[in-house]
């Protein structure tokens, strides 16, 4: 019938009505998928409260026609208004939990008028029916067996947009007054993208693939998986990108691990411009509910495409994936192949967030405060909808992509900022990364390393090594170690000395070596690619002598004024 209705209608879009309720969105999401519309879902996870009072302020008049949970009486309840029963389901929300606009199945409605009608609908005779007479939820409803349209005095030559535009309803326009941004920051323009870039040595036959497998946690990780361009060919995006996702496929399936196991992954390109071509390709590999992703744009080896890292779980006691593509004034649908957030047992991922505006999928406009107050908006409503008792408390490892050196220290504010809203003290680790472009020209990116079961109390300790100055950060689940040069910094040897002195921090060192995945963000116009992962590699062999090594991922970064790499370890 939506074929029809497709082609004959000129049909867009389906609206769903889905508040809470994961089966309704997902089928209307699932049948929009399929037949190339737009699921559009305003009211998933708003506030009920608010929202039921938004429905009467717009006059919609409907009444309840069905009751069945503790708390409904259905000779007190059932006929009456939304506006009239409003009152007594605050009490009984307080009370019992009880869902304000029913999503729980509390109470069903049935409406009569609205500002979209050209008639209203009169019950003329009606019949109570018994369903079941338990004593503390008895079920009932209201058997509607005569009615009849009846005139309004409206002008219904108005159009639909007409009538309803005026209402007080929530509106994407309004985002600015929701963040709550004291001023606006105009100091830096919208699009930031650095375009004097470093050139970076090609990676030639440099192996940068690693691999840490573990068989008793049926866990994988995996840096390192490049896809090298050649030539200039029409094809040869596509072309190196399958190579890189076949690659990558086919190590999953050496450890016995299939692309449906993968939880998690990082995309790092050369050029953002390429991204669409890239993603193309990418799509055809994930199905249903594919991993999170966070993609970003690195200063790469001039003759890699891009670069992934991922990490995959075949077996867990707990897995959920969230993959949310209906359009609402929640946060942004995933219209791509990727997923809000994963969580394999404790560990949840959050996929990197960037400003666009949930209802409309455009990029905020505002500056640098309002995409990173958005950004982190999206992050904890993702956080809430997969746990509501998650807060930043729980966040093990934040990751803030940002676009400008400058940017760094504002989004540090602004996470600083969450911190106190929750009350908390000690904040989580936290790194800043320079980069040269994101997705939508946005000007940050935020993505979430989170534990769901235990609080997650982090030391920060400040170190003056011989040649670097050092600062580390750990919790329980990540270690951040941050090496800045000090005036004597030797400018030879410079990657040599600068591992060498980390790992003579023997305290140190040792709280590392537990890590699974190393990511490395390091400065690429004074440390090259190459140095870097000889260094990490014999490093690591030294110290792992091959037994459970971890992956290593290397995230080439701009200057931010200070730091010369973060070795992050999850």
Request: charged share 20%; proline share 4%.
């Amino acid at each position: 019938m939506l074929i029809i209705l497709q082609t004959s209608c000129h049909v867009e879009g389906v609206s769903v009505g889905a508040i809470l309720s994961d089966y309704q969105r997902v089928r209307v999401e699932n049948v929009c998928s399929r037949l190339g519309l737009t699921s559009l879902a305003y009211l998933w996870r708003r506030n009920q409260s608010e929202l039921l009072q938004e429905m009467i302020d717009s006059h919609v008049h409907a009444i309840i026609i069905k009751v069945a949970a503790l708390g409904l009486d259905p000779q007190k309840h059932i006929g009456k208004t939304i506006a009239e029963i409003q009152p007594h389901m605050k009490l009984m929300k307080e009370k019992y939990g009880l869902n304000v606009c029913g999503e729980g199945g509390e109470y069903e409605t049935f409406t009569l008028d609205c500002p979209l009608f050209n008639k209203k609908i009169i019950i003329d005779k009606s019949e109570m029916v018994n369903h079941s007479e338990d004593a503390f939820a008895p079920v009932s409803y209201l058997n509607l067996t005569k009615l009849h349209l009846e005139d309004k005095s409206i002008d219904t030559k108005l159009s639909q947009f007409d009538r309803v535009k005026d209402l007080p309803m929530m509106r994407s326009c309004n985002i600015h007054s929701e963040l709550r941004i004291e001023k606006l920051d105009q100091d830096y323009p919208l699009t930031t993208k650095i375009t004097e870039q470093k050139v970076v040595p090609p990676l030639q036959d440099l192996q940068v693939k690693s691999v840490n497998y573990d068989e008793e946690a049926s866990s994988l990780w995996l840096g390192g998986v490049v896809a090298k361009i050649t030539n200039e060919d029409s094809d040869a995006i596509e072309e190196s990108t399958k190579c890189a996702m076949e690659d990558l496929k086919g190590t999953l399936e050496d450890h016995q691990f299939l692309l449906k196991d993968v939880v998690t992954v990082h995309l790092f390109v050369a050029d953002m411009s390429l991204f669409g071509r890239i993603n193309s390709v990418y799509k055809t590999y994930f199905g249903l509910n594919p991993p999170s992703r966070v993609c970003v744009e690195a200063c790469l080896p001039s003759d890699l495409l891009f670069q992934m890292d991922c990490y995959a779980c075949s077996r867990c006691d707990f897995r959920k994936t969230m993959h949310v593509q209906g359009q609402s004034h929640w946060a942004p649908a995933n219209i791509g192949p990727y997923s809000q957030a994963g969580q394999i047992d404790k560990n949840m991922y959050i996929a990197g967030q960037i400003p666009l505006v949930p209802g409309t999928m455009r990029m905020i406009v505002g500056g640098f405060d309002v995409q990173c107050s958005l950004s982190i908006r999206h992050a904890m409503r993702i956080l809430d909808a997969m746990d509501s008792q998650i807060t930043p408390k729980d966040v093990k490892l934040a990751v803030c992509y940002v676009t400008h050196a400058n940017f760094a220290p504002l989004a540090q504010l602004q996470w600083e900022k969450i911190y106190k809203e929750y009350k908390i003290e000690i904040k989580c680790n936290a790194v800043f990364v320079v980069v040269p472009a994101l997705p939508k020209n946005a000007m940050v990116e935020w993505q979430l390393f989170v534990n769901t079961q235990e609080n997650t109390t982090c030391s920060h300790t400040r170190l003056q090594l011989d040649d670097f100055e050092m600062s580390f950060s750990e919790n329980k689940d990540a270690v951040v170690c941050s090496v800045s040069k000090s005036k004597e910094s030797p400018n030879s040897d410079l990657v040599k000395n600068l591992f060498l002195q980390v790992m003579n921090q023997d305290d140190i060192w040792q709280k590392m070596t537990n890590s699974k995945m190393f990511y490395i963000y390091f400065d690429c116009s004074q440390i090259t690619y190459q140095d870097v992962f000889r260094e990490m590699k014999s490093l690591v062999n030294k110290t792992y002598r091959g037994n459970h090594a971890p992956a290593i991922a290397l995230i080439p970064m701009f200057q931010d004024g200070h730091h010369l790499i973060h070795l992050c370890g999850i």
